[in-house]
């Protein structure tokens, strides 16, 4: 199952995703893969307030999209993204990241492109040109947690 919904939305956009929002003109959406539990966990966010977080293992939030702060931390990582699309210059590659590496897919209505970014990086142990994005990502995490149920 995992494997499925990742490759929905990576391939999102040449599925029929609405035109991203005049916040984020060029951004269409983000998918973050980073490595969880002896596997690895995505958050998909996508211009049509579409946000997930799901495990390889099994298991996680889909839809949360539809409760109204998970929508804003989207839309405004989303902007955040696009602030920074420049960053985003690299080939895309669908692949999962390497061990050590959290990988960013930004989705573009003109393609889409990934980079990857160290862990430490992610988790806040260096600094990375990144960080906006990053803690963007880490908003999405925060509100998905505040909406799911314990």
């Not at 990742?6 to 035109?19: E, K, Y």
């Not at 902007?79 to 061990?99: I, K, N, R, S, Y």
């Amino acid at each position: 199952m995992y494997d499925g919904l990742r490759s929905l939305a990576l391939r999102s956009v040449s599925d029929g995703l609405p035109t991203p929002s005049a916040e984020h003109p060029d951004v269409s959406g983000l998918v973050v893969d980073m490595t969880a539990s002896g596997g690895y966990a995505t958050l998909v966010a996508l211009t049509d307030d579409t946000t997930s977080m799901y495990t390889s293992g099994g298991g996680g939030t889909i839809g949360a999209g539809e409760r109204p702060q998970v929508a804003e931390a989207t839309h405004r990582l989303l902007a955040v993204v696009q602030a920074h699309l420049g960053t985003f210059a690299g080939p895309e590659d669908a692949g999962l990241p390497p061990e050590g590496a959290v990988r960013f897919h930004v989705l573009t209505p003109a393609g889409s492109h990934s980079v990857d970014v160290p862990d430490d990086c992610f988790w806040g142990g260096e600094d990375h040109e990144l960080m906006p994005v990053i803690a963007g990502v880490q908003a999405i995490v925060t509100a998905l947690r505040e909406v799911s149920p314990q």
